[in-house]
């Protein structure tokens, strides 16, 4: 078995996997740079077994998906329609010669436009928050949630990721509340590291109109579970069908990304607060979002449980949501278990059960 991994060269991503693959007594895969699919290089033969990564944290990547002539301004938000469009054409053209993709272009399509995803979720009965019709602009959004009689949504780019752009929205008699990652200027919007709030209705208006041309999904914010003084979510990795590695995201406020300075939480003492029976719903639902993305080697899912850990949703699902830093299972990291799956017959084995099931269905 001989891989090529699609990503950017020295990307701790690529490391991570071509260290698995090595662990594993494979060749050393191929690295095609996404630089290399997006300027016009060859795609990988027929035969050729590909893992397609994120193109994410190159700037000169971003401005090829973008095709634009001026590069975006570190943590710039621009094009991210554009980007996504370039995202589709390229994973297109990896698979254009006939390569067998650990992440189909129908599913990567599917999964990094929060529309789609959202909606063929909601088609195979996966619970999921409600979403709002098609927003154009603040003035819209406002009316739908009055119509919808909802105080509080997360306001989300289509095609954005990591929470960039991703805004936490409460209304109410006389006041607006936003949560969120962007850096408003009288130039541009940015993404920050930093939570921002906005209390003035005109700057938060103007956050909502100027991330709309690039396309918003927008859902009802359900109350999350909690353990101590903080709101709980999880990341769960789900390989080949079946969920395997997760991590607890805990935050004092609404966005529980890691990398915005929360903390993570402690796995076994969130699956004693839901019990074993609301456990093993949750990742039932996590295999059944799965099974939506047949074509994916893994896919990573933002799983909630609700206020008294009864219930649970999916908030989102990640087509390279695999990155999850020293989290073992069986000795095995998110990336040795990809590999594993695929040197033990089990994702041939998961495909072969999918496609017997869409024709029995």
């Known amino acids: 078995m001989r891989l ?63 095709r634009s002539a001026t590069p975006a301004r570190p943590g710039e938000l621009v094009g991210l329609a554009a980007a996504y469009a370039g995202l589709v054409a390229g994973v297109g053209r990896v698979a254009a010669a006939g390569a067998t993709l650990l992440n189909q272009p129908e599913d990567v399509a599917g999964l990094c436009d929060k529309r789609r995803c959202h909606a063929l979720l909601a ?37 954005g990721s990591s929470a960039a752009g991703v805004i936490a929205l409460t209304v109410g008699p006389g006041r607006v509340e936003a949560v969120t990652t962007v850096e408003h ?17 005109s700057e938060v208006a103007a956050i909502v ?25 999880l990341r769960v990795v789900v390989v080949a069908g079946r969920p395997t590695h997760a991590v607890v995201r805990a935050a004092r406020g609404p966005l529980t990304n890691l990398h915005l300075g929360n903390m993570r939480g402690d796995l076994a003492e969130l699956r004693s607060a839901a019990g074993s029976a609301a456990w093993s719903a949750a990742m039932e639902t996590c295999e059944r979002v799965a099974a939506c993305f047949p074509g994916s080697l893994h896919v990573g899912v933002d799983l909630m449980f ?7 949703a999916v908030a989102e699902v990640n087509a390279f949501g695999d990155l999850l830093p020293g989290v073992l299972v069986d000795g095995r990291d998110t990336y040795a278990e990809q590999v594993y799956a695929l040197t033990s017959g089990r994702w041939d084995r998961w495909r072969a059960g999918r496609e017997v099931a869409a024709c029995g269905a």
């Open 4 to 66: 090529t991994v699609v990503g950017n060269p020295g990307n701790r991503r690529v490391d991570l996997f071509r260290r698995a693959v090595l662990a594993a007594g494979l060749p050393r895969p191929e690295v095609l740079p996404w630089a290399d699919v997006l300027t016009g290089a060859p795609p990988p033969p027929a035969g050729a077994l590909v893992r397609v990564d994120s193109p994410g944290e190159d700037p000169a990547v971003d401005q090829l998906l973008r």
């Open 185 to 201: 200027t009288p130039e541009a919007l940015f993404n920050s590291l930093r939570l921002r709030r906005y209390t003035r209705e």
């Open 209 to 233: 109109d100027r991330l709309a041309p690039d396309g918003l999904h927008v859902e009802r914010w359900l109350p999350k579970a909690g353990l101590g003084d903080r709101v709980v979510d």
């Open 306 to 312: 609700l206020v008294g850990w009864r219930r649970h």
């Open 123 to 159: 088609a195979a009965g996966v619970p999921v928050p409600d979403a709002l019709p098609a927003i154009d602009g603040y003035a819209r959004l406002r009316a739908a949630m009055a119509t919808a009689g909802w105080r509080r949504v997360f306001v989300k780019p289509a095609h």
